[in-house]
């Protein structure tokens, strides 16, 4: 390099907050990595349990119990049982201001098990598996908070860690109670993460969806002796998915609707009187899944009328789209281009490939460069999150990391195969890595926090979050 260029550039180092903690990492920074390598095998050992545990929506018990006595164990005063959801709790440590809270997930999805190989072979047959890398999430979430609690223990920052353990991500969305709760009212700065074939700060946000289900309801008879007295509560479902699917030619291409029939009727001689679709519908904004969800409610109530038969529509859930906050995605990215590449061994690179090959995606291995920062506020791909309906609430950062073969199916097999190994376990290190380094610059640097805090203020002015989920506690199952 040039001299003169060299010293320009340290000098602008020294002027922008950002370059400046990516050149030069504070001692806290360093530290809080060196405490991330330090907790490496009890994350890997908590990861690999809550893997195997498998643990579906609100029934993620033993997942949260090994996170919440990991928390205790290191000096956090722990709350279980938090807003009416037994695997909902909260991990407290540190007094006063700021206050910066952690999110962790831990739940499963149903029918994935998978063993931790190369082709598809479920581990238990018919169980569930974590085909979103959630048993990574909840373990770097904590590991990250746990290596800020001992920088507040020593006297190297002040305030407040708080890891939050949100269950039923991929059902009933467990943050949105936990808000409905006044769990995050306090938070300064929400952090979260996630599983992904890529390394990113992330900008490009979720979907909001709507979840809804439509019942109908008709009359018993005798299909084949007298079926003029029946009143098929399935042709309501019938007529309803038709409507669905023809709407599906004049939406914008940026909106995904999707169903399953939960109750079509038990057997072909039975007129059904009773019958139930599951309907989810997504779009870059909430404003556009809002009229979805009006032109759906019209479709339920056609059918039914010609059907004979009535309908119920209840809304069950949904997710905002992620308010995106750049200034937190610039310290995120400075983070990751400190620490560089995920290093892969060899074997790993191969193992993915394998996957690749197994599910005909492109031969490319892993990702293991942080992508380019990209500032551009591009619509998001599909898929959502309530981790989007906290963004709304409180100033949140979120990242990606590499735990998967790149472009291989999500919420599928090859997901819970590399989550169960070293490739999961090392993504999942540094994710906790780059979580622990952006809250040390939260901590440390009030002028960052406050250029996250004004974007968020810009952005939310005269906004008023509205929930999804009914009244009334979350379901959660009996047994
Ligand atoms: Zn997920």
């Not at 990991?70 to 722990?78: R, S, T």
């Not at 018919?126 to 990574?136: I, K, P, Q, T, V």
């Not at 309501?236 to 609707?257: D, Y």
Request: proline share 5%; with cysteine; aromatic share 8%.
């Amino acid at each position: 390099m040039n001299c003169c260029l060299a010293i320009v550039l340290f000098l602008l180092g020294a002027l922008v907050p950002g370059a400046a903690q990516a050149d030069t990492p504070s001692d806290a920074k360093q530290e809080a990595v060196a405490s991330i390598d330090r907790q490496s095998a009890e994350m890997i050992g908590l990861s690999d349990q809550i893997w195997a545990f498998a643990e579906t929506a609100l029934r993620e018990a033993r997942s949260a119990a090994v996170l919440a006595d990991y928390a205790e164990a290191q000096g956090f005063a722990v709350e279980r049982g938090v807003a009416d959801m037994p695997t909902a709790f909260v991990a407290s440590y540190g007094k006063g201001r700021p206050i910066i809270g952690i999110m962790g997930e831990y739940d499963a999805l149903p029918g994935i098990s998978q063993r931790a190989q190369t082709t598809r072979q479920a581990l238990e047959e018919g169980a569930a598996g974590h085909g979103c890398g959630h048993n990574l999430f909840g373990p770097a979430s904590l590991a990250a908070a746990v290596a800020i609690k001992e920088l507040i223990a020593a006297g190297e920052l002040d305030g407040t860690i708080r890891f939050i353990g949100t269950p039923a991500e991929e059902d009933i969305g467990g943050k949105l109670y936990m808000l409905r709760d006044g769990l995050f009212d306090d938070v300064d700065i929400a952090l979260a993460w996630h599983p992904s074939d890529e390394i990113n700060a992330d900008t490009e946000g979720s979907q909001a969806m709507v979840s809804f289900a439509v019942e109908f309801r008709g009359r018993a008879a005798h299909a084949a002796a007298d079926p003029w007295n029946g009143r098929s509560a399935l042709d309501g479902v019938e007529l309803f998915t038709h409507a669905i699917n023809l709407m599906r030619e004049h939406v914008e291409p940026t909106v995904r609707m999707h169903y399953v029939i939960t109750d079509g009727g038990d057997v072909p001689n039975v007129v059904p009187d009773y019958a139930r679709v599951w309907c989810w519908v997504r779009d870059s904004e909430h404003t556009s899944v809002d009229k979805l969800v009006e032109r759906a409610r019209a479709a339920a109530e056609g059918a039914a009328l010609a059907t004979d038969t009535t309908s119920t529509f209840s809304i069950e859930s949904g997710s905002y789209e992620m308010l995106v906050n750049l200034e937190g995605a610039k310290i995120i990215h400075a983070n990751m281009s400190w620490l560089g590449p995920i290093e892969f061994t060899r074997e790993e690179q191969e193992f993915a490939r394998e996957i690749q090959r197994e599910t005909g995606v492109e031969i490319t291995g892993l990702r293991s460069e942080p992508e380019p920062l990209d500032l551009t506020r591009r619509a998001p791909d599909g898929g959502s999150t309530d981790v989007a309906d906290v963004s709304w609430v409180v100033p949140t950062l979120h990242l990606s990391v590499t735990t998967a073969a790149h472009d291989a199916p999500w919420h599928a097999w090859p997901v819970v195969a590399t989550g169960g190994m070293s490739i999961g376990h090392r993504g999942m290190v540094y994710a906790a890595k780059v979580l622990a380094a952006t809250m040390v610059d939260l901590y440390e640097h009030a002028e960052q926090r406050k250029a996250v805090e004004a974007e968020f203020e810009e952005q939310t002015r005269g906004f008023k979050y509205r929930f999804y989920i009914p009244e009334g506690p979350p379901p959660v199952p009996a047994d």
